[in-house]
């Protein structure tokens, strides 16, 4: 593969269609034939309405990096783009990669207002009833299934933020301070999709076809329209990407939207509803920013290097809106009829001595404290997946087992349950928004709490980033997540306010955390080393 691509690049600048074609014919696997495609469009027929239907081109690749392509796919421009990344971890390996091309639509909500922004047609604004009008686009954009490829071929991509949890607990309130403008919920669908599948070693190349009804001849014109567009995805596959080099345009200097006696006082205010009895831990937190207009793609492929994560991510979701985020934890999976949380809490540093390495394993597997929080976290998850969940189907797996990553240790459990068929996957979700990690416990009463203290809506921090269809969904915790616009970058970050917590020691906690965008920024401006 490697020489044929080097022929490619000796051959022309222009990439050429001959080229392209002896690529496909060598490295294809996965060919949809227009047989195929119409056995899919009699399916739709049969149901009366339009839908979406998938074209995939399968290719074995094992030389082809999804930042190199990613970074093709920004350098042609024309609209949003996002990338969804697993980065390889100690002994575990992400098995999709997706990156979108070519939005179809972008559905947002502000509040009780839901927009709809079309690629082609009018923009459409609906007040009240968010959820159902989110489901509703979740429904036109989910494509036909398609087995045995990948679980995501098509749907929509973007964030939840921590105030969608509103959309489904009416006793939790909006905050009246929304001083970013930021949507609660930012969603891209796309038409073209590129995904790698980092098991198999493969690359789908993805077009959506609109089909219903229409005969043979127009279905005909709708394969070959998406069979092209698939086909001619190949050309983001040997791009030429840049060395890795510094970013400019950061700020000398961070801000913060609070003052530490500021700070100070919030902890002591949620420690007196602690001391009430209203919860037991309140997850308190502060937002950083600084001026940023350097290349965000750059800044994230530093991001990935000084903290590889499960979930990483790099959403352009246009109007100069980027996310960008390297999170340890995965939020919400809905596979099929089953929904699963994997309560994350308990950490230890890794070192390079093995002999080191393993004493630490063990410290954090036998910490009563790490163990405490952990079990109540736990609780939170199999009370949330309890709400959607069949009766009896709830289970715990795995309970507090350590899990190895690139540069931590992490205590980990599995909680899953059947999904009852009278809830949506983004309804399931959104009932298990926000995490416990970010909120609190008891869930509800903390995230009443965290609206009163703090001074504004959160945004995306403590949300979700991930993919999401009519079918399932899959997304990560947006912590060690930074948000840019209008040359401002912002994070956020806090900690777990308890009984015993010290306003000092909360503060200082959440400038440790924030450390995570802090010095991957200061690696890219070559303030400091890796």
């Given at each position: ?160 933020g921590f105030e969608g949890v509103c959309l489904v607990e009416p006793s939790i309130s909006r905050h009246q301070v929304n001083d970013l403008q930021w949507p609660e919920i930012d969603l891209v669908a796309f038409d073209e999709l590129i995904i790698f599948d980092h098991v198999k070693r493969a690359v789908y190349l993805v077009a959506l076809a609109e089909t219903g ?133 308990g950490t230890r540093r890794r070192s390079s001595d093995p002999v080191e390495d393993e004493r630490l394993r063990r410290e954090l597997a036998s910490d009563e404290k790490e163990k405490a929080e952990h079990r109540m976290l736990v609780d939170l998850a199999r009370n949330d997946v309890g709400r959607v969940a069949e009766a009896g189907t709830v289970r715990v797996g795995g309970v507090m087992r350590v899990e190895s990553y690139s540069t931590v240790h992490h205590l980990v459990s599995d909680v899953s349950g059947r999904l009852s068929s009278d809830v949506s996957p983004i309804r399931a979700f959104l009932t298990c928004l926000p995490a416990g990690t970010l909120s609190g ?90």
């Amino acid at each position: 593969m490697r020489k044929v691509i080097e022929a490619i690049r000796s051959l022309v600048r222009g990439q050429s269609l001959d080229v392209r074609e002896y690529l496909m014919r060598a490295y294809k696997f996965i060919d949809d034939s227009f047989e195929t495609f119409m056995s899919l469009h009699e399916r739709v027929g049969e149901g009366g309405t339009r839908c979406l239907v998938p074209v995939v081109i399968g290719l074995a690749s094992d030389t082809v990096t999804p930042v190199s392509v990613y970074h093709s796919v920004q350098m042609a421009g024309g609209g949003p783009t996002a990338l969804l990344e697993s980065v390889p971890q100690g002994q575990h390996l992400g098995e999709f990669t997706i990156i979108g091309i070519r939005a179809s639509a972008r559905f947002t909500v502000e509040g009780d207002r839901s927009v709809l922004k079309p690629r082609l047609g009018r923009v459409e604004i609906v007040d009240g009833m968010p959820l159902a009008h989110l489901e509703s686009f979740l429904k036109r954009v989910t494509p036909m299934a398609r087995p045995l490829v990948a679980p995501f071929l098509g749907g929509a991509i973007g964030y939840v933020g921590f105030e969608g949890v509103c959309l489904v607990e009416p006793s939790i309130s909006r905050h009246q301070v929304n001083d970013l403008q930021w949507p609660e919920i930012d969603l891209v669908a796309f038409d073209e999709l590129i995904i790698f599948d980092h098991v198999k070693r493969a690359v789908y190349l993805v077009a959506l076809a609109e089909t219903g009804k229409e005969g043979k001849e127009l279905a005909k014109q709708t394969y070959a329209d998406a069979y092209w567009r698939a086909h001619a995805l190949v050309r983001h596959l040997f791009p030429q990407l840049e060395l890795l080099g510094l970013v400019s345009g950061v700020g000398e200097t961070v801000s913060t939207n609070m003052t530490k006696c500021a700070y100070k006082h919030m902890v002591e205010e949620g420690q007196r509803y602690i001391t009430s009895g209203d919860v037991f831990q309140v997850v308190l937190s502060q937002r950083f920013s600084t001026s940023f207009s350097g290349n965000t793609l750059d800044f994230y492929r530093h991001l990935r290097r000084v903290n590889p994560s499960p979930c990483m991510f790099h959403l352009d979701l246009g109007d100069g809106r980027v996310v960008v985020g390297a999170s340890p934890e995965v939020m919400v999976k809905v596979d099929g009829s089953d929904v699963h949380v994997r309560p994350i809490a308990g950490t230890r540093r890794r070192s390079s001595d093995p002999v080191e390495d393993e004493r630490l394993r063990r410290e954090l597997a036998s910490d009563e404290k790490e163990k405490a929080e952990h079990r109540m976290l736990v609780d939170l998850a199999r009370n949330d997946v309890g709400r959607v969940a069949e009766a009896g189907t709830v289970r715990v797996g795995g309970v507090m087992r350590v899990e190895s990553y690139s540069t931590v240790h992490h205590l980990v459990s599995d909680v899953s349950g059947r999904l009852s068929s009278d809830v949506s996957p983004i309804r399931a979700f959104l009932t298990c928004l926000p995490a416990g990690t970010l909120s609190g416990a008891p869930k509800i009463r903390a995230c009443q709490i965290i609206r009163e203290l703090e001074p504004c809506v959160r945004g995306p921090y403590g949300g979700a980033v991930g993919w999401f269809t009519s079918r399932g969904l899959d997304t990560g915790i947006a912590i060690r997540t930074a948000w840019i616009e209008k040359g401002v970058m912002y994070w956020q970050a806090g900690g777990g306010v308890v009984a015993d917590s010290t306003p000092t020691g909360e503060y200082e906690e959440s400038l440790t955390k924030a450390k995570s965008i802090g010095s991957a920024l200061n690696v890219a401006t070559g303030r400091s080393n890796p």
